[in-house]
Each structure stands twice: as structure tokens, then as C-alpha cells.
């Protein structure tokens, strides 16, 4: 079992900048890749970023260039630094990992979520 647990969210103003945060532990192998995904209120959840253990990263189109993920392999901590923060950012934001366990097998993780609020 791993436990997320994201931190770092809050309200901010259009443009400005923030940093959140996911640690994960609990009794695994090893965490592989690691993310973030969105959700805003009516929506579906939609991806955010991602990046695998060696520090391959996957962003979805309407984030590159805004937001940054990187990961603390020793920590098993995962960031997310997002800049020109625009109003349609705002959504809960989750974290997610796929682990390998003891028995080699691998499953998917989520956190409860952080909510981003950016105002115009």
C-alpha cells in the first residue's frame, strides 16, 4: 500500500506562481512514475504532468511551458511548480503513482487532492 499525501495548494491571483507538493510512503518495492492530474468542478479529470523514475517527464499540451514537475527519488516526493497561473487552472489537483509491491506486481495510487484556486 503506498499513501499520497499532497500539500502546497491554496488561493492565488491570476499570474502569480505555486508550488505543490505530494510525499509518498508506505510498505513497496519501488515507486515508478509519478503525476499529477486535474480535475475542475464539472469536469473530467485530465492529466497534468507525469515523470517516471529516471526523471522522464509527459506534459499535457495546455501546461508546457507553465508548469514544471520534478520528483525527489529518495523522498519518494513529487512537485509541481506552476507559473502564470491563469484562472482555468483552478481545480482540485491529485496526485497519482503507479508502485511496484513485493510481489513484483504493479498498481495505481491516488491522493485526496489539493485544491488550486487562481481568481482573476
Known amino acids: 500500500q503506498v499513501q499520497l499525501v499532497e500539500s502546497g495548494g491554496g488561493l492565488v491571483q491570476a499570474g502569480e506562481s505555486l508550488r505543490i507538493s505530494c510525499d509518498g510512503s508506505?510498505?513497496?518495492?519501488?515507486?515508478?512514475?509519478m503525476g499529477w492530474f486535474r480535475q475542475a468542478s464539472g469536469k473530467q479529470r485530465e492529466l497534468v504532468a507525469t515523470?517516471?523514475?529516471?526523471?522522464?517527464?509527459n506534459y499535457a499540451d495546455s501546461m508546457k511551458g507553465r508548469f514544471t514537475i520534478s520528483r525527489d527519488n529518495a523522498k519518494n516526493t513529487v512537485y509541481l511548480q506552476m507559473n502564470s497561473l491563469k484562472p482555468e487552472d483552478t481545480a482540485v489537483y491529485y496526485c497519482?503513482?503507479?508502485?511496484?509491491?513485493?510481489?513484483?506486481?504493479?498498481?495505481?495510487?491516488w491522493g485526496q487532492g489539493t485544491q488550486v484556486t487562481v481568481s482573476s
Open positions: 497519482y503513482c503507479s508502485a511496484r509491491n513485493y510481489l513484483l506486481s504493479d498498481q495505481d495510487y
Open positions: 508506505g510498505s513497496i518495492f519501488a515507486i515508478n512514475t
Open positions: 515523470i517516471t523514475r529516471d526523471g522522464k517527464t
